[in-house]
């Protein structure tokens, strides 16, 4: 078991004041708004960022570099949080982005370009995966619905911030901007978080996995890469190509070779023995299905809306904010309800249900549909992420060891960036599949000189500058190609539908991370009585073949 050594008698306890609280809160909020807003705010920018650079055949590298470090990193800050303590490592997240993101401005061709992307994206992988760790830390689970509530809706606002802010930027000062923003945000959340991450840090003597190091990374990054191939490859994915074939087969054999070396190292990176915790399992199989179809479908709606509307880069963020507004409102709102309860259960099942119904509601896009009718569509949508997001997050969490509250959380968010890669590369190869087949009708029926350049040249000015019923029939193609593309999303939610009514319900403890650690105490009056400090309610020692012992809840409860 991984055991990070309690504070010493002689350091100073931290005391958990409200006060102390909502100070590190912020800084976790800025935080990750920080990293969560980058993953969005390029995309929109790319079409000039590629023509000021010249680089067009690296293009795809500027979005995937980014994301498999951001995959990469988060088991990494996880492990070392747990080991070694989170103050140190969310610092340095937070200076490698910030000093990531100067070096992704000052660019000057797209190799560089694509360098301080992937810097910025082992920034960015801590700032995720160490703010939710904290929270844990110093809020108990049984108070923790309301806080998570707010950082889910963080990731909700930046997803349509991000393209928003980011079209804003280009057509402004300059697509640099999308870069220079980060700088006043990165050094405002280093100072709060300097000041007010008081949080300990300790030697670990555990050895360091680098076996299994070495070989996530490797799996991760073909996992990466193999997803990605079409953006990537010009001439897609042909698997006579010995490149294509080959980096699968290297793939497999990562993944085989990390499966191995963690069952027989002492201190593994993702130790398998958390999949005997059926509450981990089940949340991060949710996530890795819920990441699939999430972004997925969050990937090609700003196209359609486009090319149908006629809205700029801009304009099509703003139609988007429906689904930010549904799932502020019900991650907020779930996270209260949480805290007042104490029931989790039927969050993520009803969240699963509504996202499951505006997946085919969203089967019926059309071109020449009412964007009202499109706003209630997408706020269905989030509204169900918003239920699901932060509450998986929150039962893991609630259902592992404290000392390995790091680890757990990581591999939850890793599962889910992994669903999200493969997802969204198999949701456009559909859709782009579909549109490319439906525009070749539409071009092959108009007259000769009617489609300027041809399907290749289309954007949303050329569009909707066409003739009719040619601009009718390019934008009925994209409603064509994305609406039925929906329904091979469906399966997978409801997949993780039925795993959701499988998860155990679990007493929320009343006792935050730290505390049970012996590192802090919630009650000033109680700092100098270490030796009374609780474990955690509701938890007992367990062995097992794997280690000294794992935490398991004995306290099930309703849902």
Do not use: C
Request: hydrophobic share 50%; aromatic share 8%; no cysteine.
């Amino acid at each position: 078991m991984s055991s990070a050594p309690a504070a010493a008698p002689d350091k100073p306890v931290v005391v958990l004041t409200q006060r102390t609280v909502w100070l590190i809160f912020g800084a976790l909020m800025a935080s990750m708004f920080l990293s969560s807003l980058d993953q969005t705010i390029v995309g929109t920018a790319m079409p000039t960022i590629v023509g000021e650079l010249n680089g067009v055949e690296h293009q795809g590298w500027v979005v995937t570099a980014y994301i498999l470090a951001v995959a990469i990193g988060m088991p990494l800050y996880g492990k070392f949080g747990d080991l070694m303590g989170r103050r140190w490592p969310f610092l340095v997240a937070i200076g490698l982005f910030t000093l990531a993101s100067v070096g992704a401005a000052l660019s000057q061709n797209m190799i560089e370009l694509v360098l301080w992307r992937a810097l910025q994206g082992l920034g960015g992988g801590g700032l995720m995966i160490l703010s939710q760790s904290i929270i844990a830390d110093i809020v108990p689970a049984s108070e923790r619905g309301k806080y998570m509530g707010p950082l889910g809706a963080l990731f909700g606002i930046s997803a349509v911030l991000g393209p928003l802010l980011g079209g804003w930027l280009t057509e402004g000062p300059g697509w640099r901007w999308t870069f220079w923003i980060n700088l006043p945000v990165g050094v405002a959340a280093f100072v709060v978080a300097w000041f007010a991450l008081k949080l300990p840090s300790h030697r670990s003597t555990r050895p360091v996995d680098w076996g299994g190091i070495v070989t996530m990374a490797v799996a991760t990054t073909g996992i990466v890469l193999v997803t990605s191939w079409e953006s990537l490859s010009s001439s897609g994915y042909d698997w006579t190509d010995w490149r294509l074939s080959g980096l699968l087969v290297l793939t497999l054999a990562a993944v085989a070779a990390f499966i191995l070396v963690e069952t027989r190292v002492a201190e593994p990176l993702i130790p398998l023995r958390l999949f005997k915790n059926r509450t981990f399992t089940i949340t991060t199989l949710i996530g890795l299905v819920l990441g699939m179809g999430m972004f997925s479908a969050m990937a090609m709606i700003p196209t359609f809306l486009q090319m149908s509307t006629g809205a700029g880069v801009t304009e099509s963020g703003w139609l988007m904010l429906p689904m930010m507004a549904g799932m502020m409102l019900t991650s907020i709102v779930s996270g209260i309800a949480i805290s007042k309860t104490g029931k989790y259960k039927a969050y993520p099942v009803a969240g699963l249900i509504v996202v499951a119904l505006a997946m085919v509601w969203l089967t019926g896009l059309a071109g020449d549909m009412s964007m009202w009718t499109f706003g209630a569509m997408i706020f269905t949508l989030g509204a169900g992420m918003g239920l699901v997001m932060q509450t998986v997050v929150l039962a893991v969490q609630n259902a592992v060891d404290p000392h390995e509250l790091g680890t757990a959380t990581s591999s939850n968010n890793f599962f889910r960036e992994i669903g999200a890669a493969v997802g969204s590369a198999l949701f456009t190869t559909i859709f782009t599949t579909r549109l490319t087949d439906n525009l070749t009708e539409v071009f092959a029926g108009a007259p000769a000189g009617a489609g300027g350049g041809g399907e290749s040249s289309l954007t949303p000015g050329v569009v909707q500058s066409l003739p009719e019923p040619l601009k009718s029939g390019i934008i009925d193609a994209y409603a064509d190609a994305l609406a039925p593309s929906f329904w091979y999303l469906v399966p997978l939610v409801l997949v993780g539908l039925v795993l959701a009514f499988f998860l155990p319900v679990i007493k929320l403890s009343d006792v935050a991370g730290m505390v049970a650690r012996g590192e802090a105490v919630a009650d000033p009056a109680k700092a100098g009585a270490l030796d009374e400090l609780p474990v955690a309610d509701g938890v007992s020692e367990v062995s097992d073949d794997d280690g000294p012992g794992t935490r398991e809840r004995a306290d099930i409860v309703g849902s």
